[in-house]
């Protein structure tokens, strides 16, 4: 089955620092990936969905300028996280889709991001 | 505008039955996904609909009904390790999905 890694699978950092999460698929080519938030006993919140090449699509509220997401390649999607504050702590999860087939996302583990 | 609506929890108990309902509201429709998630980890694919009818995967079920908008997710032969959020989730038009805030299932011995 097609599966996506996600490195660091956790990080803790001071406030003020930037933090890098890489996503990649490793068996498949992942034309849209995306980037989701998920705060504690909360649903996943898509923060934004990137397709190779291009420029991230964000949703509303979530600051380009501070999530800024890389897509430069089928492979491998990033997000950093720049400015770290407490607030930003959350698990960030990717997810990855191929360009046929049923449209399904792959998930990768997630990456827990705890800001000091 | 564009809704997922799912119970927040439900408790059931080991080696019954358990439904869980899941109605969307999307504009166009691509779709139904439901994914389980234990805590702490990120989603699995459990099963996708896009036609009427029921899907059977092994101890796992899903349902759809595009007229009504609704969907059900059934599980038998409930085992402890079944405890999860089960995630429903409908793609729209522009095959971007449209997430549900998950049903919390706890099982009981």
């Known amino acids: 089955g097609a599966v996506v890694s996600q490195h660091p699978s956790w990080v803790i950092c001071k406030s003020g620092t930037s933090v890098k999460i890489e996503c990649r698929s490793l068996d498949f080519q992942a034309t849209t990936m995306f980037w989701y938030r998920q705060f504690p006993k909360q649903s996943l919140m898509l923060m934004a969905t990137s397709n190779e090449g291009s420029k991230a699509t964000y949703e509303q509220g979530v600051e380009k300028d501070k999530f800024l997401i890389n897509h430069a390649s089928l492979t491998l999607s990033t997000l950093t996280v720049t400015s770290a504050h407490p607030e930003d702590s959350s698990f960030y999860i990717c997810?990855?889709?191929?360009?046929?087939?049923?449209?399904?996302?792959?998930f990768g583990p997630g990456t827990r991001l705890t800001v000091t | 505008g564009q809704n997922i609506d799912q119970p927040t929890e439900m408790t059931a108990t080991e080696g019954a039955i358990v439904q869980i309902n899941c109605t969307y509201q999307t504009s166009g429709f691509n779709g139904l996904f439901w994914y389980q998630q234990h805590a702490g980890e990120a989603p699995t694919f459990l099963s996708y609909n896009v036609l009427d009818g029921l899907e059977e995967k092994g101890r796992f079920s899903s349902f759809l009904s595009r007229s009504k908008g609704y969907s059900y997710l059934l599980l038998k032969e409930l085992q402890m390790k079944d405890s999860a959020s089960y995630l429903c989730a409908a793609m729209d038009s522009n095959y971007q999905l449209i997430w549900g805030a998950g049903t919390k299932l706890i099982i009981k011995p």
């Open positions: 997810s990855a889709r191929g360009s046929g087939g049923i449209y399904e996302q792959y």
